[in-house]
């Protein structure tokens, strides 16, 4: 039995290298075994990359089969309301959401986000009019989902210029689920009471900025951010 010299490691009788750290094995009372079958594969294999196609017909064929089962589900147990439709625009909403950026490789962010955020909006239409809650889609659900859109623009124009940082990714991200909570409670107060009285979303902000803050000093020493890196193997 062989030892590599350099880390320590048992070796195979069959291992000319460590497959540790590489160091050629020299064993003048054992040669290396040339015969016998290596306890490892040599050749690195590589698994197939998925086909974007497959994937889009996955994704389609699952969601199709979904809204397809609820159908039958509605017409077999009637109930008060077509809830089958529901669950088909969430399908069709999803559908938007993943497949066409799927296939479309390149599609602007400005495009995409456009027809993710209009996807919500008519799906959420549709519901109103079933509903009959013109009053809460017009006043409270559209003005959220476009500061939503909103949000997301603006995380998606800056990250997306040139490859950030985790730790700009993350504080930026944190940053922007605050702003947009608040700007959420602002929109729901204003629609319920006619004023802003924030009370839920100023603490979540409290601790979006509790948490900024020490990443934004973390980034900007760098002894600190390094330290970071190594501790979290970024
Ligand atoms: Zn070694």
């Known amino acids: 039995m062989s030892y590599c ?16 750290c590489h160091t050629p094995v020299v064993n003048p ?12 594969p040599t050749e ?3 698994v197939a990359p998925v086909s974007k196609w497959e994937l889009a ?4 064929a699952m969601l199709v089969s979904v809204s397809v089962c609820c159908a039958i589900l509605n017409i077999f147990l009637p109930a008060e309301r077509t809830w089958s439709l529901y ?19 390149g599609m602007p962010l400005l495009i995409r986000l456009v027809l993710d955020v209009a996807a919500v909006g008519v799906y959420l239409l549709l519901i109103a009019i079933d509903l009959d809650g013109m009053v809460w889609y017009l006043g409270l659900a559209l003005p959220i989902v476009l500061w939503g859109g909103a949000c997301v623009l603006f995380l998606g124009l800056i990250l997306g210029g040139g490859r950030r940082s985790i730790l700009t990714t993350v504080t930026l991200l944190v940053g922007t689920i605050g702003a947009f909570l608040v700007g959420t409670e602002l929109l729901i107060d204003r629609f319920i009471h006619g004023a802003w009285g924030p009370s839920w979303s100023l603490v979540v902000f409290t601790i979006c900025v509790a948490l900024v803050i020490p990443l934004i000093i973390v980034r900007r020493i760098p002894s600190l951010r390094e330290e970071v890196r190594r501790r979290f193997h970024m």
Do not use: H
């Not at 009372?29 to 490892?40: A, E, L, N």
């Not at 017909?57 to 389609?60: D, K």
């Not at 669950?87 to 490789?105: E, N, T």
């Open 5 to 20: 010299v350099n880390c320590g490691v048992e070796l195979d009788g069959t291992a000319s290298f460590c497959p540790l």
């Open 29 to 40: 009372k054992q040669p290396v075994d040339t015969v016998s079958p290596k306890p490892f």
């Open 44 to 46: 690195r294999g590589e």
């Open 57 to 60: 017909v996955l994704i389609s």
């Open 87 to 105: 669950v088909v625009g969430a399908a069709i909403m999803l559908w938007l959401w993943f497949v066409p950026p799927l296939l479309l490789r």
